[in-house]
């Protein structure tokens, strides 16, 4: 099921800075500079992140010499919503352009109680237009880096999201398109921003960062100021898979890699995830399944077991060809083997086959 929605949230290159891009202090500075009040932060924050302004006349906590001051400096929105397309399974995915008329996606995912009630909605966001990682499954990864989003630029996708299916969004993972940790600046800022007791959007804790492996950065992240949960996307128990698979891993292999998590863990003491994606006779075999339960066992961690998105359309060719989704028995088998271990173990379904969702799958056609 298709639903295309009017552009109504159009915005055109600009000069002007972005003002969701500011942390707490530098707004301060900018209005004392002004000669403004400190006070007049918090009422800004308040109005962005609260009120959820759209437009500097919504404004009315300021008074209206600072709000035209504002509107000549400063945009509030740096997205437009492009294009939105509605599963049957309920999930939507959301393709959005940049000033600079790059894309990137954002997918909404709702999770549904034995009842058939959404009890929690999760949103899948970007943190960069394409993505210099290049990992084979991937397709993003085939439109190599375009740029790095801006703190705005992540915030924007849920607020727009939010705006769009009237819902409030109580999970957010930064597993769109981009490696996080490659983007570390505008990454922490965004999470500082959300998390920030001013602004009260989301906790730090229901905010999961994906990264392919990126080591030192993952040390550096558990010392920010409001650290999320950490997915590592593992997809292989061996350095030699990793590398065919992931070419990161060439820089970061798995001994570094572990060392860092078990770092991450013993600072923020939050449980961490591994991603998998089974393919068949690649990283399925039961050597596999031990070797990831030793992964596993190192810290309080749990295992997402994702289908592989058929990347076809990219034409694949080399080990991207090669990739093929695990039969489901051999799956479950790897996943009963770690369950044995007491180790808890997802295996998702896919959600939107129906829409494209395929991570950059829209973006790369709109590009092309
Ligand atoms: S899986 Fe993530 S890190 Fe790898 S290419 Fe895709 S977006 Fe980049």
């Not at 932060?41 to 209206?64: C, G, W, Y």
């Not at 930064?174 to 983007?183: R, T």
């Amino acid at each position: 099921m298709f639903e295309y929605s009017e552009n109504r949230f159009q915005i055109k290159p600009s000069v002007k800075k972005q003002i969701k891009s500011l942390a707490y202090d530098e707004l301060v500075d900018y209005l004392q500079a002004a000669g403004e009040e400190k006070y007049r932060a918090d009422q800004i924050l308040h109005e962005i992140f609260v009120n959820r302004a759209t437009d500097f006349s919504q404004m009315t906590q300021l008074p209206k010499h600072l709000r035209k001051m504002l509107a000549e400096v400063f945009d509030i929105t740096s997205i437009s919503l492009e294009e939105k397309r509605v599963s049957a399974d309920g999930s939507v995915k959301f393709l959005f352009s940049l000033a600079d008329r790059k894309f990137i996606e954002a997918v909404y995912m709702p999770w549904a109680n034995d009842d058939g009630e959404v009890e929690r909605s999760t949103l899948c966001i970007s943190t960069m237009s394409g993505c210099p990682v290049g990992c084979a499954f991937c397709a993003t990864g085939t439109l190599g880096f375009k740029k790095n989003l801006s703190p705005s630029e992540i915030i924007d996708q849920i607020f727009i999201v939010e705006q769009e299916l009237g819902t409030k969004i109580n999970n957010i993972v930064l597993m769109g398109m981009g490696e996080p940790l490659l983007n570390y600046e505008n990454v922490v800022r965004a999470i500082s921003l959300l998390a920030d007791e001013k602004t009260k959007v989301i906790s730090r804790r229901k905010i999961t960062l994906s990264t392919s492996g990126i080591a030192p950065r993952i040390r550096e992240l558990a010392h920010s100021k409001f650290p999320p949960k950490l997915a590592i996307s593992l997809h292989a128990t061996t350095n030699g898979t990793r590398n065919k698979i992931m070419p990161i891993a060439q820089s970061f292999d798995l001994s570094s890699l572990m060392d860092a998590v078990e770092y991450y863990y013993r600072h923020t003491k939050m449980k961490i995830t591994y991603e998998y994606i089974p393919f068949d006779g690649i990283n399925d075999s039961a050597e596999d399944a031990e070797r990831l339960r030793k992964i596993a066992q190192r810290v309080p961690s749990r295992v997402n077991f994702i289908p592989f998105n058929d990347i076809s359309f990219t034409k694949p060719q080399g080990v991207s060809f090669e990739l093929k989704p695990s039969p489901p028995e051999r799956v479950a088998r790897i996943a009963d083997y770690l369950r044995s271990h007491k180790i808890a173990v997802i295996v998702r379904d896919s959600f939107g086959r129906d829409i494209e969702a395929a991570c950059g799958q829209l973006a790369l056609s709109r590009e092309k």
